[in-house]
């Protein structure tokens, strides 16, 4: 179940502290690549995938194919960047 705080964005209180951090990021950069997520957090590379996949499970992230390096994919937030 997911929260919504009186400003209409969803609580991430339960969450860890690196799936905030990633989430914040993404709500104030929009659609970015892992690797991009690790540069900007300043985070280890598998601390940003798990951050990803918490988010993933609370349908707090959204999941793209990178049509300009189909080995990455872009990350972002629902309703965020064409969603």
Sequence with gaps: MIVFAGNGSPQIGPLPP???LVYKVLESDGQLTQ????ERTALPSRTVRYAIGRLKEKNLLVE??????????????PGAGGA
């Design 35 to 38: 690797k991009d997520l690790v």
């Design 18 to 20: 690196s799936a905030k």
């Design 64 to 77: 793209r194919f990178h049509f300009l390096d189909a080995r990455q994919s872009l990350y972002s937030l």
